[in-house]
């Protein structure tokens, strides 16, 4: 093979290992739940392949208000996790000094520990008869007969709880990067702390508010264990009932099509969300890839 | 299912000679008699049959007798069998089979989830025992995964198995299943916190307990327990019957009486006090009451569920007769009571209470160890439901429990 056609050949080789992995991981099992979902039948008298479309009507009648809970959730969730780790981004990265690798490792550190252990654990802290909701209690937050485990609260407190450093991370590294020679040319420009913030640091970390809110959000919304943990069944979220669909019932083509749906609902989001934020700041702008 | 998925049976049917049974079709397959795509096509297409079933699976052959095997691979539940696993050493030295034991099976759901395709095409994934609850059995049997024991062979099950359990409504002459223990669905509670001893089902939807109360997220228990309460037998209950109950269930889930559903979760929210009367399962009770002496079990009035977790032989079992020939072992009592020692669920072999006694005297006599036959009169086994209740009932059932 001549020298040229190699090199030009090179960048696929190295691209192979990648594309094998999305298509045998990602591709094939989307064309196989996507069939899926078209079929009619139960697993005694076999599932067929009917293009059977009204699994995708019946399952968006059936369990709409589980898929409009679970955007809620996650929608409440990625907000509070912006409130939350923004300013907590912003003091490590530019005022963390010295501590700033300490603090990172801190965010990360209840990573070591698995999801489920780091979920039950926020059973036994908000159980009936916890210090925490006694504590609430007893300064009328919480009513006498109130809980905090199995509401609402609690599902999205432990959804906030397991994806903040998914927040966290992406905005600190966006704001870790930015030139600090341009705030100073801010206050040379008589901005006000408030101005050059709004104006300056804002703008320059919306990659990574909008990645954070990405990175937070899809998973967020086809969660299911904080559902099923921390809540009751007036709080289950669409994972939890494909999980159902699949694994009890065994209504495959249900829980395919469940799927498909949560799969479409994300993507509508993504794309609207980065119409509203620019696909600059999820992409970068041209100048930043070159 | 379509015409020429007909004529291609009947193709198939006059090709091998006999009567064709998608059973035989999955053994000829295992056995290399049809190519792996043919399996594949029948896999996609699904079964002849639309019931499934008994009646089928009725003529089949039983399996074989042949020389036992010096291996023999057994799945089961974790903290199922005593942690010296004594019966297995016994068998060892007895027939030099090495047991290997698997704790492979969490939840009925999530085991046929994983050996679904497997036992589909006929091989058992090399399992020669696995263990299933009732229900999970019925459906074994009836999509034809398992194998008929010979009982001929099995002297000891025929002989030790307690009288209550020997004709469940799915399999009367458990030619396909043996009991591995069995266990009470009741209601625990928290001694310190109920008013008054709760008798009845109704207790659990007092008022008094509103956000206290749990049921399971077992269908079969949950609806049972209900549906006798509701004055039907769930031994012979409607599908009317059942979702009375369930609707009874979900009105209380609107309510906020009830919390949530369990599996054994509630091992943790008792003692915690996040839960204060529940439906359970008797071996958790014993070993709940242990830890806590507040805590304690009790039958409703109007029943609780009987309930049997089963030893079947899957299809395509690579030591199907030493499989058989192990199960029959356990049914001695010398062999089950280290088992029984250590789990404290139902016993279904006769004789145990005599050699535990020896040893341990209040073990005996504990009634949800050793019940008396007539405890055990105050018991329903939950009937077996055909395909389309099956799936009506669990629908309807799943919907309740939030998904």
């Known amino acids: 093979m001549p020298v040229r056609l190699r090199k030009a050949a090179l960048p696929y080789f190295l691209l192979l290992p990648g594309l094998g992995w999305l298509l045998l991981f990602f591709a094939v099992p989307l064309v196989y739940m996507a069939l899926e979902s078209l079929k009619t039948g139960t697993i005694y008298t076999g599932f067929q392949l009917t293009w059977e479309f009204s699994n995708y009507t019946n399952a968006l009648k059936d369990y709409g208000e589980q898929f409009i809970r679970s955007f809620e959730y996650a929608g409440l969730a990625t907000l509070i996790s912006l409130l939350i780790g923004y300013p907590l981004a912003y003091v490590i990265a530019f005022r963390g000094g010295r501590w700033r690798n300490a603090l990172l490792l801190l965010v990360i550190v209840p990573f070591f520990v698995t999801y489920l252990i780091r979920t039950l654990s926020w059973e036994t802290i908000l159980s009936d008869s916890g210090i925490v909701v006694s504590t609430l209690k007893s300064i009328g937050i919480v009513s006498e007969d109130g809980r905090l485990l199995d509401t609402t609260v609690s599902v999205v407190a432990g959804i906030t709880y397991n994806f903040l450093p998914f927040m966290i991370l992406p905005l600190y590294a966006s704001l870790e990067r930015i030139d600090s020679r341009l705030l100073e040319a801010g206050y040379d420009l008589y901005g006000r702390r408030r101005d050059v913030f709004l104006r300056v640091t804002l703008p320059l970390s919306m990659p990574g508010v909008v990645a954070g809110v990405l990175l937070t959000f899809i998973p967020a919304a086809g969660d299911f264990i904080n559902a099923q943990l921390l809540g009751t069944p007036n709080q289950f979220m669409i994972g939890n009932v494909i999980q159902s669909r699949y694994l009890v019932v065994t209504d495959y083509p249900t829980a395919a099509a469940l799927s498909f749906l949560l799969m479409a609902f994300s993507l509508i989001i993504v794309i609207v969300w980065a119409r509203i934020a620019g696909t600059e700041a999820l992409l970068g702008t041209e100048e930043e890839r070159a | ?403």
């Open chain 2, 1 to 403: 299912m379509t015409p020429s998925d007909h004529d291609l049976e009947r193709e198939f049917e006059r090709l091998l000679g006999n009567p064709l049974t998608r059973r035989r079709i999955l053994q000829r397959g295992a056995a290399g008699a049809l190519s792996a795509s043919a399996l594949a096509y029948l896999a996609a297409c699904g079964t002849d049959e639309p019931e499934g079933g008994g009646d089928q699976a009725e003529e089949e052959k039983a399996i074989p007798k042949g020389e036992i095997a010096d291996a023999l691979y057994f799945a089961n539940w974790p903290a199922y069998i005593d942690e010296e696993r004594e019966a297995l050493k016994k068998f060892q030295d007895k027939y030099g089979t090495k047991v290997k034991y698997v704790e492979e099976i969490n939840d009925n759901d999530q085991f046929f989830g994983k050996v679904r395709q497997q036992y589909d095409q006929g091989t058992s994934g090399g399992r020669d025992i696995h263990v299933v609850t009732d229900w999970m059995a019925e459906r074994m049997m009836r999509l034809g995964y398992v194998q008929k024991f010979d009982k001929s062979t099995m002297p000891n099950a025929t002989a030790n198995l307690i009288e209550r359990l020997k004709s469940p409504p799915f399999d009367p002459n458990r030619e396909f299943t043996m009991p591995w223990q069995s266990g009470l669905t009741g209601i625990i509670y928290r001694k310190d916190k109920v008013k008054r001893t709760p008798k009845s089902v109704e207790d659990l939807f007092d008022p008094a307990y509103k956000g206290k109360v749990t049921m399971l997220t077992e269908m079969r228990d949950t609806v049972g327990l209900v549906t006798a309460w509701q004055g039907a037998d769930p031994e012979k209950a409607t599908l009317d019957d059942y979702m009375k109950a369930i609707d009874k269930v979900q009105e209380e889930v609107d309510s906020g009486q009830i919390r949530g559903f369990t599996g054994n979760e509630y091992l943790k929210d008792l003692p915690k006090g996040d839960s204060w009367v529940i439906f359970g399962w008797s071996g958790d009770a014993v070993q709940l009451k242990a830890d806590n002496p507040n805590i304690d079990f009790v039958l409703p009035e109007s029943g609780g569920m009987l309930w049997t977790d089963n030893m079947q032989i899957p299809v395509g079992a690579p030591h199907a007769f030493t499989a058989e020939k192990f199960i029959d072992f356990i049914y001695q009592p010398e062999v089950q009571a280290p088992i029984e020692a250590y789990i404290n669920y139902i016993c279904p072999v006769n004789g145990t209470e005599e050699v535990i006694a020896k040893a341990d005297k209040s073990l005996a006599d504990n009634p949800l160890i050793f019940p008396s036959p007539t405890f055990l009169d105050n018991t329903h086994i939950f009937r077996g439901l055909k395909p389309d209740e099956e799936r009506q009932v669990d629908d309807a059932f799943q919907k309740v429990i939030g998904a």
